[in-house]
């Protein structure tokens, strides 16, 4: 059974950083297709960063060059660094992985920058 846990989103100030953290059982990201996705109030879902099992990065224009993805295989685990936070990156952030042709979330972390 695949499970993704995120962890480490926070209260930040706008300028400041925060490192989202995904834990992957069942699978692994050094295969499939993973990313970050987020959702702010009354919005829809929206893709963030995503990361290919060859190691290609794409980013939505709005975190490019503020944001990095990132996995370390041996962990298990997928990152999203995020600089020079914005309050519009307000949002719960969740984890996504596509394999075996199945689409897994994980149940989102809260980011929420001040201004």
């Known amino acids: 059974q695949v499970q993704l846990v995120e962890s480490g989103g926070g209260l930040v100030q706008a300028g400041g950083s925060l490192r989202l953290s995904c834990a992957a059982s069942g699978t692994a990201f050094s295969i499939g297709v993973s990313g970050w996705y987020r959702q702010a109030p009354g919005k829809e879902r929206e893709f963030v960063a995503r990361?290919?099992?060859?190691?290609?990065?794409s980013y939505a224009d709005s975190v490019k060059d503020r944001f990095t993805i990132s996995r370390d295989n041996a962990k298990n685990t997928m990152y999203l660094q995020m600089n020079s936070l914005k309050p519009e990156d307000t949002a719960v952030y969740y984890c996504?992985?596509?394999?075996?042709?199945?689409?897994?979330w994980g149940r989102g972390t809260q980011v929420t920058v001040s201004s």
């Open positions: 996504q992985t596509y394999v075996n042709y199945q689409t897994f």
């Open positions: 990361l290919n099992s060859g190691g290609s990065k």
